[in-house]
């Protein structure tokens, strides 16, 4: 058929002839073929319509000749549906007294559109939601008048609009299922082919069906749905009984309960475990989310699992290559002479310490507790001073365990410095092997078989001139030494945010040469007066400018040979010896200094515990500095003592003060 409808032109015939007095819409209806929406014409029923000008006892025969019919279509003269005439409400009027004497007026018009009943109206070709809506706006509607381009041809019932009612829901229950078919395919799809372990935990602690296959490759099991995930995750884990009960508990107690019980729990719920597969480990990442309903339940729990094991593996080697790259900064920022000797006397000193401290967990060794304090305070100030920082951590654990007296615990901060300190010569051996020695400061190098010849030759003959100069080779001149040795001070002031200071020496210092041996010692006794001139003497570049100091502080250095002695002198132009604050630091250490003299109170600084320090750093303030620089000394068979370069204190009471540093003539080699 044509899309185009097929017009009526005769309009006359509704309103002239009674045997055609009713619209017969079929003739147009079989012009539509392929028009319109077809649910409408699937539910369309043609109930031929009659003209608003019928007689209305006319229209009263035809309800009684088509019992099965209680309403009627009307329309107006342009074949417009103007409305529904309803058997009952037609017969109430015609059989009222009113209406019968309106039947016996045989001149009065007898017309429809005083009995119309309003219907909705919708093209064939509507779509079936604005239909719906139309229903929807007038629900007690007999149906829905049905036209084609304003022309009727026919009327859906209310059971034929319940079927397009249930038509369109199951359309879009189809659509919806559809696309959720598809959201389940590319789920599925992205489980399957996913490099994740996901899973679905139940309220019985059992596996959902749905998981991802990499999940069987991870726990090395086939067909999980269904089983215990305790069973399947933890029953291997390293996890100990008691850590495996406290998350099956924490399991139970969060599903089928408000969520806030799983932010409760959540905290017993392992991120990593250990999964023992026949000596074979993996490390394993668990990350836990809530499934939740409507009312904030946890119904069910979803179970992310990583495998991290080569992640953590390579992250681990990761690690310790920037950690030696670290070491390997450190180490090659220090002379290597200073750095072999400072490891070497390190390691032994801490050696030593491991043999003797656990015999002191019982018995009282006060005096070897504050040697080995002492001894750790002057590692860490040299390595602090050397930039060798992974090891002062651990020393500074050190130095608390032995202010506690705890001797188990000094022994495991113990192993801790050895740790670190074999860190660094391995570094040191392994990634610097034949590029960083030993060096000699100056001297004549020789070759080491000539060396030996050249020994012996002095040992047979007892030249004592070649055996002297045979002594000196490889050791630097005090000058060099020193100068190398303050090569630290810029490392150390700025650690302590302070301008580098500025060296003077003065004296014999380049024809002074001292034994080998004792050149460790007597650089950690002058290590330990530059960390405390940079800390508390020097003062900050702003306060130095304000008192008319250059902004840099100054040392000054002099050697002297004093009978048969050599005498170091080390000063500075800081703020000097508070006395003062040395005297309160004395009396609250119980020490009495009311008639002492100013030399006797400056001689306290060597007293253990007691420090002009402000509060205590990693740098200073613990009282230890002085008092290791004069057991050094001490033990190479010299001294110090200190010198006051004013009677009285300035208003801040500070005096300037030099140290002297006395070494016996011993340890000096012959100058040749």
């Known amino acids: 058929m044509p899309a185009q409808a097929t017009a009526i032109s005769d309009k006359t015939a509704y309103t002239g002839q009674s045997d055609r007095r009713f619209h017969d819409p079929e003739a147009l209806l079989a012009s539509l073929e392929g028009v319109g929406n077809p649910g409408i014409l699937r539910g369309l029923d043609v109930i031929r319509p009659v003209h608003v000008s019928t007689d209305m006892l006319q229209v009263l025969e035809v309800f009684r000749d088509h019992k099965q019919e209680h309403f009627f279509p009307v329309l107006d003269s342009d074949m417009q ?26 001149g009065q018009p007898k017309l429809l559109e005083h009995f119309l009943t309003n219907c909705p109206v919708a093209e064939l070709d509507a779509i079936t939601e604005h239909v719906l809506m139309k229903v929807h706006i007038q629900p007690d509607a007999e149906g829905v008048i049905i036209t084609w381009k304003g022309s009727y041809v026919g009327f859906l019932r209310a059971r034929a609009l319940v079927e397009l009612a249930h038509e369109q829901q199951l359309a879009v229950v189809n659509e919806h299922t559809a696309r959720l078919d598809a959201r389940n395919r590319e789920i599925q799809s992205v489980l399957q082919n996913m490099r994740q372990g996901i899973c679905i935990i139940q309220s019985d602690l059992t596996l959902n069906q ?69 000596g074979e480990r993996k490390l394993l990442e668990l990350h836990w989310r809530p499934l939740v309903d409507e009312d904030d339940c946890v119904e069910r729990l979803m179970l992310v699992v990583r495998d991290i094991t080569q992640i953590r593996a390579l992250q681990l080697k990761a690690d310790e290559q ?102 660094y010569r391995r570094v040191h051996r392994e990634r610097l092997s034949g590029y960083l020695e030993a060096e000699k400061a100056t001297g004549t190098q020789i070759e080491a078989s000539l060396l030996a010849q050249l020994e012996a030759l002095a040992l047979e003959q007892k030249n004592t001139a070649l055996t002297n100069l045979l002594s000196q080779l490889g050791v630097p001149s005090l000058r060099d030494w020193l ?17 580098a200071p500025v060296v003077s020496l003065s004296g014999p210092l380049a024809q002074i040469r001292l034994d080998a041996s004792c050149l ?51 000063g500075d132009d800081g703020r000097g010896l508070n006395l003062k604050r040395l005297a309160e630091k004395a009396r609250q250490a119980g020490i009495a200094t009311a008639k002492s003299t100013t030399g006797e109170l400056a001689e306290l600084i060597f007293h253990a515990g007691i420090s002009t320090a402000e509060q205590v750093s990693m740098t200073s303030g613990r009282g230890v500095g002085m008092d290791a620089v004069r057991a050094s000394l001490e033990a190479l068979g010299g001294g110090v ?32």
């Open 81 to 106: 549906p103007m409305g529904l005439v309803c058997e009952r409400s037609l017969k109430g009027y015609v059989y009222s007294r009113y209406g019968m004497a309106l039947l016996a007026n045989q």
């Open 520 to 570: 460790p010692a007597l650089a950690g006794a002058l290590t330990h007066i530059m960390r405390n001139s940079m800390d508390h003497g020097i003062e900050p570049a702003e306060q130095r400018v304000s008192l008319g100091k250059p902004e840099a502080g100054q040392l000054q250095w002099h050697g002297a040979i004093l009978g048969d002695e050599f005498v170091l002198q080390v």
């Open 322 to 423: 920037q950690r030696e790259m670290r070491l390997l900064e450190e180490i090659l920022a220090v002379t290597p002479s200073r750095f072999v000797d400072f490891i070497q006397q390190s390691c032994d000193c801490v050696a030593a310490l491991l043999l003797q401290v656990s015999s002191w967990v019982y018995a009282n060794h006060e005096g070897e507790w504050q040697t080995a304090y002492r001894d750790l305070h002057t590692i860490k100030g040299n390595a602090r001073t050397l930039g060798l920082l992974s090891v002062t951590d651990s020393l500074h654990a050190s130095e608390q365990a032995v202010l506690e007296r705890n001797a188990p615990l000094l022994h495991t901060e113990l192993k801790e410095v050895m740790q670190a300190l074999e860190c």
């Open 483 to 499: 100068l190398e040795l303050s090569g630290d001070l810029p490392r150390l002031a700025r650690e302590l945010d302070k301008p």
């Open 210 to 278: 749905d998981y991802s296959s990499h999940l069987t490759s991870i726990l090395a099991l086939d067909d999980l749905a269904g089983k215990p995930v305790m069973d399947l995750l933890f029953t291997r884990s390293t996890l100990g009984a008691d850590q495996r009960q406290q998350v099956a508990a924490a399991l139970m107690a969060v599903l089928e309960q408000d969520v806030l019980l799983y932010d409760c729990n959540a905290h017993h719920l392992p991120a990593e475990i250990t999964l023992d597969f026949d």
């Open 641 to 672: 003592s200190i010198e006051l370069l004013s009677e009285q204190p300035d208003a801040e009471n500070c005096v300037p003060f030099r140290l002297h540093l006395h070494l016996p003539q011993a340890l000096m080699l012959e100058s040749t």
